[in-house]
Structures are given as structure tokens and as C-alpha cells.
């Protein structure tokens, strides 16, 4: 084999080939990235956990600090990650290797499942039990801003499905139109789930060490809110495309599967809301 033809067919074969040494195969750091960042948020929490009541073993700044560093890391490596998957080298490998790509979401979303599952068993667990548990005071969750936030992303789902539906059928604008409503309904969502954050922690006094209740809370909600948050970075980056014309009814790979993680994180919010919104408010 030629030197040509070797270069042609090791570039072929590597879609990232910029940032991993030759020889690795269909390789790139971003993975490693993204572990570090997720590792990193566990991290932030236990020494958030350190820092509170009579645990001061480190400074109180550090677990928030490390938190917001980790997640800003874990971010940009699912950036980067994705790049490499859906948009490097778009037009000659968008096309092709579709149903992979959909298969290896649906195998992701069932990681996310035992991921979300873990948590549930958890809150089940300590549910099962005397109720409230002993010592804690349950503050009111299911209000009208949990409902509003809940109607909002359910919404949201109807208007992806439809900027879908539009772009299938041809409908660019609408689709653009309709997308860009997402994201904004997305980032509506996040806002509403920081001031609920800021209502419980200073006025109602319920926060992550407010026993086991409140880890539990705050950890499933604060994950999910973490996956709304890459939802608004992938539909993000789908409205940018999208606005350079990069989609169209026989390419829509990546629309297709940042619609079924969409619909997953909204499925999610619904057995929340009944579980542990409304779940928690009703006697042991």
C-alpha cells in the first residue's frame, strides 16, 4: 500500500484524528474529558457534605467551587464528544451509519435509566419507612411554579416533535422557528428550577444536608436539571446547524436523537413530580 493511500485511508477511518495519537483507532480524548467532569461533581458534593454543621473538615467555597468547575468540564466534553460524532466531516459522514448512531443513543438513554434508577431506589428506600422522616419538616413542593415548570417542559416536547415533523416535510423556517422555541422554553425550565432552589434554601431552610430527604430531593432534581442543562447545549448547537442550513428530511441523524434524549429528560421530570412533588406530600 502506498504512502497515499495509507494517509487517505488512516484519515477515512478517524474521525479524531486532531486530538489522538496516530495508530489508536477511532479514538478521542473527550470521553476521558467528560469522566473527569462527572467525576468531579461527586466530588464537589461529598465536599460540600464535609463543609456543612459540624463537618468542617474543608472550607465551605470548595465543594460549590469544584461543582460548578466540574460540570463546566463535564459540558465541554460532551461538546467536544458530540462534535466529533455529528458534526465533524457533517456532509460525507451525516448521512451515513444513521441507525448506528440512533441505536448507540437508545443504549446511552439505558445507562441513563439505571443512572436515575439508582436514585429512585434510594428515595423509595427511605420512603418505605416512618413518614416524615424523624426530625424533618417537609416543606410544601407541589406548588404553582412546579406545575407552571412542568407544563413548560412538556410543552417543550411538543415543539421539538413538531420542528422535527416540519423539517421532514420539508418546512425549514418552521422547523428553525419552532426549535429555537424549544431551547427558550428549555432555559425558561432551568430558571424556574434555580429560583424553586432559591426559595427552599432561604426561606424555607430545606437544602442537600436537610437529612435524607433532602439529599434525595436535591439529588435527583439537581440531576435532572443537570440533563436539562445538556439538553439546552444539544439543541443549542442543532439551532446553530440549523440556521447554516445543515439539516434537511434525509439528514436529521442528529435531530432525531437530541429528540429522543429531549423526550427522555421530560418523561423523567413527570415520574419527579408524581414521586417525590407530590409522593412526599402524602402521610406515611
Same mark, same amino acid.
Given at each position: ?22 495508530? !489508536? ?6 470521553? &476521558? ?31 460549590? =467551587? ?8 463535564? +459540558?465541554? *466534553? ?38 436515575? *434508577? ?6 423509595? !428506600? ?14 410544601? +413542593? ?38 429555537? %422555541? ?7 425550565? %432551568? ?8 426559595? !427552599? =434554601? ?9 437529612? =435524607? &430527604?433532602?439529599?434525595? !430531593? ?7 436539571? %443537570?440533563?436539562?442543562?445538556? *439538553? ?31 423526550? &427522555? ?6 415520574? +419527579? ?8 406530600? +402524602?402521610?406515611?
Amino acid at each position: 500500500m502506498s504512502g497515499g493511500e495509507l494517509e487517505e485511508r488512516e484519515h477515512r477511518h478517524h474521525p479524531a484524528t486532531d486530538d489522538w495519537p496516530r495508530g !489508536f483507532g477511532e479514538a478521542s480524548w473527550w470521553p &476521558f474529558v467528560s469522566a473527569l467532569g462527572a467525576a468531579g461533581l461527586y466530588a464537589g458534593a461529598g465536599l460540600y457534605v464535609l463543609s456543612q454543621g459540624a463537618n468542617d473538615y474543608v472550607p465551605p467555597m470548595y465543594g460549590p =467551587i469544584v461543582f460548578v468547575v466540574s460540570t463546566v468540564v463535564f +459540558l465541554v *466534553g460532551i461538546y467536544g464528544w458530540l462534535y466529533h460524532g455529528f458534526v465533524d466531516h457533517y456532509w460525507s459522514r451525516e448521512a451515513v451509519g444513521g441507525t448506528k448512531l440512533r441505536w448507540a443513543m437508545i443504549l446511552f438513554l439505558g445507562t441513563e435509566v439505571t443512572t436515575f *434508577g439508582a436514585g429512585f431506589v434510594y428515595y423509595f !428506600f427511605i420512603r418505605t419507612g416512618a413518614w416524615p422522616p424523624t426530625g424533618q419538616t417537609i416543606p410544601p +413542593l407541589l406548588n404553582s411554579l412546579v406545575l407552571a415548570n412542568t407544563l413548560i417542559l412538556v410543552v417543550s416536547s411538543f415543539t421539538l416533535h413538531f420542528a422535527h415533523t416540519s423539517l421532514l416535510g420539508g418546512n425549514r423556517r418552521r422547523f428553525v422557528g419552532l426549535l429555537a %422555541l424549544t431551547v427558550a422554553l428549555a432555559v425558561i425550565f %432551568l430558571g424556574g428550577q434555580v429560583f424553586e432552589y432559591y426559595e !427552599f =434554601i432561604t426561606h424555607e431552610g430545606f437544602t442537600l444536608t436537610s437529612g =435524607i &430527604f433532602g439529599s434525595a !430531593f436535591f439529588g435527583l432534581t439537581g440531576l435532572h436539571g %443537570l440533563h436539562v442543562t445538556l *439538553g439546552v447545549v444539544l439543541m443549542t448547537i442543532l439551532l446553530a446547524r440549523a440556521l447554516f442550513g445543515q439539516y434537511d428530511a434525509e439528514r436529521d441523524t442528529s435531530v432525531t436523537t437530541v429528540s429522543m434524549y429531549w423526550h &427522555f429528560v421530560d418523561a423523567v421530570w413527570l415520574f +419527579l413530580v408524581v414521586s417525590i412533588y407530590a409522593g412526599a406530600t +402524602l402521610a406515611g
